[in-house]
């Protein structure tokens, strides 16, 4: 049984449709990557999945529809979101901004996350008195996830976490990742616009342009494809 299903999803920014009517699956403990370019909807199916835009169409999670929900309410089913852009809390410390992402359970449990976090970023423990504002940007991106960590979710959405990264940050980051899919048995969904990097890491692929599906498959059979390759991954 499928962890997610999104069904005949549309979304809306006002009077602007953005997804026109999208499906696809996501197995429980699997890695899925949305390919696509600048404005394919990639972004904004993260989004409907949290309940922060206005949309039409089902998005099950583990046999429950969350669509249309709150967005604290689908937090509470165990779904975290790494923004683009990171959304670190500037002005406090590393370890507030981790306490910030368990702010659903209790102290003691949170407590005990923070040294399971600090396990797989040992540099966040190494500046978690620091003010997170001062973090460079590989370190804020590391928070983010790791803020996402706090949550124990069953199921991660990243969006674009290479961006402004430096290739060995990028890989660090990436393997991380891979451990923590491997380790816990995290779901994520992945939106990032190196394709190549992505299908590396996911186990399945969709390929979305103007807010369809236009193609999918498992990640081997996406990066042979001809259309793929001359578009998105630069052979």
Known sequence: MALVDVNNLEAFYGPIQALHGISF??????ITTILGANGAGKTTTLRSMCGMVKTNGTITFDGENIAGKATEAIVRHGVAHV???????????????LHLGAYTRSAKSRDQDLERVYTYFPRLK????????TLSGGEQQMLAVGRALMLHPRLMLLDEPSFGLAPLIV????EILRTINKDEGVSMLLVEQNANLALDLADHAYLLETGRVVMSGTSAEISADESVRSSYLGY
């Open 25 to 30: 699956s996501l197995e429980p403990g699997g």
């Open 83 to 97: 923004p683009e852009g990171r959304g670190t809390f500037v002005r406090v410390t590393t370890e507030e901004n």
């Open 126 to 133: 190494e500046r978690r008195h620091q003010q997170a504002g």
């Open 171 to 174: 890989q660090e980051l990436f």
